[in-house]
């Protein structure tokens, strides 16, 4: 059974930088899609950083620039650096994993993704 557990989230002001983990078990993911998603209170889950089996990242455009994601495929540990923080960052942020191949939804996107994190609350305060 596939479980995640992401840990890293807080509260920063505005400028600030965090730094997400998600640690991974119950699947050798380094052939995986992993991506974090996040969800405002009250809002849809959206996409805003995923990696491919072969470390490609994806970005959604509001993040581009300011968030970094990296896997570490010994630890079995995906992160997601997040610097220049703003409080339109503000969300439940969640770590989603593939694990099966091929899919008709985009990288960004919920559908694609079997795998979910319990979230870690990150709030950027102006």
């Known amino acids: 059974q596939v479980q995640l557990v992401e840990s890293g989230g807080g509260s920063v002001q505005a400028g600030g930088s965090l730094r997400l983990s998600c640690l991974v078990s119950g699947t050798t993911y380094n052939s995986y899609c992993m991506g974090w998603f996040r969800q405002p209170l009250g809002k849809e889950r959206q996409g805003v950083a995923t990696i491919d089996g072969d470390g490609n990242p994806s970005y959604v455009e509001s993040v581009k620039g300011r968030f970094t994601i990296s896997k570490d495929n010994a630890k079995n540990i995906l992160y997601l650096q997040m610097n220049s923080l703003k409080p339109e960052d503000t969300a439940m942020y969640y770590c989603?994993?593939?694990?099966?191949?091929?899919?008709?939804?985009?990288?960004?996107?919920?559908?694609?993704?079997?795998?979910w994190g319990q979230g870690t609350q990150v709030t950027v305060s102006s």
């Open positions: 989603a994993a593939q694990v099966s191949g091929g899919s008709r939804y985009g990288l960004l996107s919920v559908p694609r993704y079997e795998y």
